[in-house]
Every structure is written in C-alpha cells, then in structure tokens.
C-alpha cells in the first residue's frame, strides 16, 4: 500500500527565514517519484519540485530544494528566505509506478512580516 | 505551457440535482483525473481516465460518475447531489512517464 504523510497541519514562519515543511512516505516500489505543490488561497495547484528515487541529488528548485533522505523515507521541502507570497498550503506527493498519484493531508503556512 | 480549464471556479447547487463539473486539457494528454479536497483529508482520487471512453475508480467513486468522449475533456457527473458533496474539486491531466499533474484552478461546489 502506498502512503504519505505530512504531520504539521500548520506552520509559521518569520519574512527571511528558512522553513521545513516535512512529508515522509511509504511504498514497496523501488521507482517512485516525489513531488511538492503549492496551493495559494486563490486554489490552484503550482508545481514546486520533483525528486526521483533513483536521483543522487537533491533536488533544488531556485528557493525551494528538496531534503530527500531515502532510508528514512522522508522528503522534507526546505523553502530559503520565506517571503509573504510563501503563504499558501503545500502538498507532498506520492508517485509510484502506474498512473496514481497519492497526496498527504497539506501543511499551511503562514509567513509573519 | 499546458493548461487544464475548468468550467466554474464557484458552484452552487440544490440537493437532488445533477451536476455536471466539466475539465478541458490542450497538450494533447492521455491520462486526466478528478479529485475532491476538503481541509484535513488532502486530494483524494475520484476516477481518472487514461484514454478517450476508458475510466478508472479512484478511492471515493461512490456517487459520481464520469465522461470522455473526446481526449481533451473529462466531465465529473453528480448523478444527485448531496450535501456531503459540498467540496473543492481539482481537475488535472498528465502524459505518461515521469510527469507531474497540471491541475485546473479548482471548481467549489456548494450542494444546498
């Protein structure tokens, strides 16, 4: 069964820190891939990042970089310099092998001027 | 850029009735999908469609149904809307391979 979980209902953060917003995931499949939304109040969905599995990097995304650790199963999205247009809700997402994609439950953040 | 349009961005409806929530892709993608968001359950899949009249249940297909005549559009149908239907509703499309979603902008439907 496939699974993924984002434990922080909500989060704040001060204008100009850095914030982790965490996901951590659970599948048998070997191929998988990772993938982080945003959803600002207006309701659309806006692609952010991707990792592969498979993938020996990180992935970085200009503000946003992708904290995979794969033992763990976690993929933690880590936002640089929040800025007030960060406030939004954000999803990690699940991709295994097929054509379903699997969505945690979202984390709200709010940045603080 | 691929766009995903969804018909209404605000839907209000009377119990019993049927509800049509229309969704038009232009990139040409084989696979679309219908999903329902509501605070503190995330996205959950309705049905998704991998090609022009096949469909698929997602994981609450239960009072919904869905159309694909042509590739390019993928309607979700409340056959009699209910109240617990009151929801956000996110169209997306995909090609195969490693892709992620494009989603539409949302349609919120209000069952009264």
């Known amino acids: 069964a496939q699974k993924i979980t984002q434990t922080q209902p909500g989060m704040f953060v001060q204008e100009k820190e850095a914030v982790t917003l965490d996901c951590t995931y659970d599948?048998?499949?070997?191929?998988?891939?990772l993938f982080w939304y945003k959803q600002p109040s207006s309701g659309e969905m806006i692609f952010l990042i991707y990792q592969g599995s498979y993938d020996q990097q990180n992935a970085t995304e200009g503000r946003y970089s992708l904290n995979f650790q794969k033992a763990r199963k976690s993929a933690n999205l880590v936002i640089s310099a929040s800025q007030l247009g960060d406030s939004a809700m954000y999803f990690c997402?699940?991709?295994?092998?097929?054509?379903?994609?699997?969505f945690g439950t979202g984390t709200s953040l709010t940045v603080i001027p | 850029d691929v766009k995903v349009t969804q018909s209404s961005r605000y839907l209000v409806k009377r119990t019993g009735e049927k509800v049509f929530l229309e969704c038009v892709q232009d990139?040409?993608?084989?696979?679309m999908f219908w999903y329902r968001q509501d605070p503190g359950l995330g996205l959950r899949l309705i049905y998704f469609s991998y090609d022009v009249k096949m469909k698929e249940k997602g994981d609450i297909p239960e009072g919904y149904s869905v159309s694909r005549e042509k590739k390019e559009r993928f309607s979700l149908i409340l056959e009699s809307a209910s109240t617990n239907q009151t929801s956000m509703y996110l169209c997306a499309s995909r090609w195969w391979g490693r892709d992620g979603y494009t989603f539409g902008s949302g349609t919120r439907l209000t069952v009264v």
């Open positions: 997402a699940l991709l295994p092998p097929g054509n379903q994609f699997y």
């Open positions: 990139m040409d993608h084989e696979n």
């Open positions: 599948t048998s499949d070997p191929s998988y891939g």
